[in-house]
């Protein structure tokens, strides 16, 4: 059975897809920015990073799955250069729940004050 989820009270999608997919015990996370649900973007990237974890977090818990669930992060940087600021906010999150991960370089975001985007899988064992 596949669970598409929307949740309430953030950011909706800019196009035709939802917020978290659970299939079984596997959970995809779509890209979340550092957007708000009335369309502000903070100015920084470790701002709109932070954010966009805190979405990412809600939508792993509306699966039912958490940040020690985590098998896979992708993060969409505009910057390379910002890998050192975010990093620090990447370790406080997952702590000892070590994710595979990728950091890619991208041209641009949806929207042009976007810095950073990250998605994640995650796999429930319980």
């Known amino acids: ?5 929307m949740v309430p009270g953030i950011m909706e999608p800019v196009s035709h897809y939802c917020h978290v997919t659970r299939a ?9 920015v550092g957007m708000d649900a009335e ?6 990237t470790v701002e709109q990073f932070d954010m966009a974890v805190d ?6 818990r509306a699966a039912g799955a958490s940040a020690a669930d985590v098998v896979k992060v992708l993060v969409f940087l505009t910057d390379i250069g910002d890998r050192a600021v ?4 990447r ?3 997952f702590g000892d729940n070590r994710p595979a991960s990728s950091l890619v370089e991208v041209s641009a975001l949806v929207d042009p004050r976007m810095t950073v985007e990250i998605e994640c899988q995650a796999f ?3």
Not at 1 to 5: A, G, H, L, S, V
Not at 55 to 60: A, G, I, N, P, T
Request: positive net charge; glycine residues 8%.
């Open 39 to 44: 369309g502000h973007v903070p100015a920084t």
């Open 24 to 32: 079984g015990p596997n959970v995809w996370v779509s890209g979340i």
């Open 55 to 60: 979405v990412m977090d809600q939508c792993l």
């Open 86 to 89: 975010i990093n620090p906010r």
């Open 1 to 5: 059975m596949i669970k598409r989820i």
């Open 124 to 126: 429930i064992d319980r």
């Open 91 to 93: 370790i406080a999150y």
